[in-house]
Nanobody, 117 residues
Framework: QVQLVESGGGLVQAGGSLRLSCGASGSISRNNVMGWYRRAPEKQRELVASITSGGGTNYPDSVKGRFTIARDNAKNTVYLQMNSLKPEDTAVYYC???????????WGQGTQVTVSS
């Protein structure tokens, strides 16, 4: 069984920075995609960033240039560096691990990020 444990959320003023971390444990295929999603109140969950085991990244326009995703394959850990935060970035952020071969998807418990104006 795969478990994901997130850390690093909190309260920050607009323009500030936060760094999220997510460590994965369990039986994890080398070929995987790790990512961050978020869900704001009364909104649908949306992708924030993803990174393949080969290092390929994907960002939506809303965070491009402000957020950076990185991973340490040896530690099965993914990081999300969030800079120039805006109040609209306020949400619960969830770590995700996706295994393409089996199409299994695992989620962390979520960490709250609140950006004050």
């Amino acid at each position: 069984q795969v478990q994901l444990v997130e850390s690093g959320g909190g309260l920050v003023q607009a323009g500030g920075s936060l760094r999220l971390s997510c460590g994965a444990s369990g039986s994890i295929s080398r070929n995987n995609v790790m990512g961050w999603y978020r869900r704001a109140p009364e909104k649908q969950r949306e992708l924030v960033a993803s990174i393949t085991s080969g290092g390929g990244t994907n960002y939506p326009d809303s965070v491009k240039g402000r957020f950076t995703i990185a991973r340490d394959n040896a530690k099965n850990t993914v990081y999300l560096q969030m800079n120039s935060l805006k109040p609209e970035d306020t949400a619960v952020y969830y770590c995700n691990l996706f295994l393409p071969f089996t199409r299994e998807s695992y989620w962390g418990q979520g960490t709250q990020v609140t950006v004050s104006s």
